[in-house]
Structures are given as structure tokens and as C-alpha cells.
């Protein structure tokens, strides 16, 4: 028995030991947790860092195209308005002109301006929508008006009140229209 003594006291002399080399281990585990820990936290910092300036470059970047759009249509627009000041300076010498003056004389200047206008609106890229004699179409017309007549079909654009213009595939104003019914 006493050889099982001994080797039970062995065996209880090296249970300590191992318990003290897992001991040991802990703090050592401990630190590398911890490491990691304070890595994983670093990496979640920078990250989040990149990501904020991110949102910063991206909200730059979207208020400068904003202001680039805004700036080519105000210079669009200013091109356009230079091209209508001859036009309104033509009207206002058509108004200025005496009222006695010969109605032929009035009619042909005012029909050059309507040809300047009409011809600045075609370089454009205007144009009017024919309306009188079409089918009623509600993507480019306007009913105002629906009238019996037997003389037309039934939808039928009987007669424009006022015209309609599309720039490109683009409506700008719809056709005013009288539509037939029967």
C-alpha cells in the first residue's frame, strides 16, 4: 500500500503543480483577451473614423454638384434670356411706333418679331404641337371645351385656343383645345 501511498502523494504533489501552470495560464489568457480586446476596439475606432469622414466627403460632395447643377442652369438661363432681349427691344420699338401709322406697316413688323421668336424657340429645340385635326390626346392636350358637331369625329380636336410646345420629348405647355363629340 504504501507504493499507492506514494503514488497517490505523486499524484496529489502533481495536482498542484498543474493547477498552478493553469493558474498561470489565466493571467496569460487574460492579457491576450485583453489585447485583443483594445485591437478589436482600435479597429472599431478607425473604422468608425473612416466612416464619419465618409459622410463628410459624401454630404461635400453632393451640396458641390448641387451648386455645379444650379450654376449651369442659372447660365443656361441667362443664354436663353440674352437671346429674347432683341426680340423685346423689337416690341417695344413695334408699341413705340405712332398709332396713325399705316395697320400693314404695324402688322408686317409685328409678324418679324413673331418670326424671331418662333425661330430663337426652333434653335432651342421648341416646337408647337399640332393639335387641329388630331384625336384628343391628354399627355399633350387640354380639353377646355367639348362641342357637338357632326362635322368631326367623335375626340376629335376641333380647334386650338391656345398652342402647346414640346421641347425635345418634354412637354412644356399643353395645347388648349376644343374637342368634337357627337
Same mark, same amino acid.
Given at each position: 500500500?504504501? /507504493?499507492?501511498? /506514494?503514488?497517490?502523494? !505523486?499524484?496529489?504533489?502533481?495536482?498542484?503543480? *498543474?493547477?498552478?501552470?493553469?493558474?498561470?495560464? %489565466?493571467?496569460?489568457?487574460?492579457? !491576450?483577451?485583453?489585447?485583443?480586446?483594445?485591437?478589436?476596439? =482600435?479597429?472599431?475606432?478607425?473604422?468608425?473614423?473612416? $466612416?464619419?469622414? $465618409?459622410?463628410?466627403?459624401?454630404?461635400?460632395?453632393?451640396?458641390?454638384? @448641387?451648386?455645379?447643377?444650379?450654376?449651369?442652369?442659372?447660365?443656361?438661363?441667362?443664354?436663353? $434670356? %440674352?437671346?429674347?432681349?432683341?426680340?423685346? @427691344?423689337? +416690341?417695344? +420699338?413695334? $408699341?413705340?411706333?405712332?398709332?396713325?401709322?399705316?395697320?400693314?406697316?404695324?402688322?408686317?413688323?409685328?409678324?418679324?418679331?413673331?418670326?424671331?421668336?418662333?425661330?430663337?424657340?426652333?434653335?432651342?429645340?421648341?416646337?408647337?404641337?399640332?393639335?387641329?385635326? !388630331?384625336?384628343? *390626346?391628354?399627355?399633350?392636350?387640354?380639353?377646355?371645351?367639348? %362641342?357637338?358637331?357632326?362635322?368631326?369625329?367623335?375626340? *376629335?380636336?376641333?380647334?386650338? +385656343?391656345?398652342?402647346?410646345?414640346?421641347?425635345? @420629348?418634354?412637354? +412644356? =405647355?399643353?395645347?388648349?383645345?376644343?374637342?368634337?363629340? !357627337?
Amino acid at each position: 500500500m504504501p /507504493d499507492r501511498v /506514494d503514488g497517490d502523494d !505523486t499524484l496529489q504533489a502533481t495536482a498542484p503543480a *498543474d493547477a498552478e501552470v493553469s493558474g498561470s495560464r %489565466e493571467p496569460g489568457a487574460n492579457e !491576450t483577451a485583453s489585447d485583443a480586446l483594445d485591437a478589436l476596439r =482600435r479597429e472599431k475606432d478607425t473604422l468608425q473614423d473612416r $466612416l464619419l469622414r $465618409l459622410a463628410a466627403d459624401f454630404d461635400n460632395y453632393r451640396k458641390r454638384i @448641387d451648386r455645379e447643377r444650379r450654376d449651369q442652369a442659372e447660365t443656361a438661363m441667362a443664354g436663353a $434670356l %440674352e437671346e429674347l432681349l432683341p426680340i423685346i @427691344d423689337n +416690341l417695344e +420699338l413695334a $408699341l413705340d411706333a405712332p398709332v396713325g401709322a399705316d395697320a400693314d406697316v404695324y402688322r408686317k413688323g409685328v409678324e418679324l418679331i413673331h418670326r424671331q421668336m418662333t425661330e430663337l424657340l426652333r434653335t432651342r429645340g421648341v416646337r408647337s404641337i399640332d393639335a387641329v385635326g !388630331t384625336p384628343f *390626346d391628354p399627355r399633350v392636350h387640354q380639353a377646355v371645351v367639348h %362641342e357637338v358637331s357632326p362635322a368631326h369625329n367623335e375626340g *376629335d380636336v376641333m380647334e386650338e +385656343l391656345r398652342r402647346g410646345y414640346m421641347l425635345g @420629348d418634354r412637354l +412644356l =405647355r399643353p395645347a388648349m383645345v376644343k374637342v368634337a363629340k !357627337t
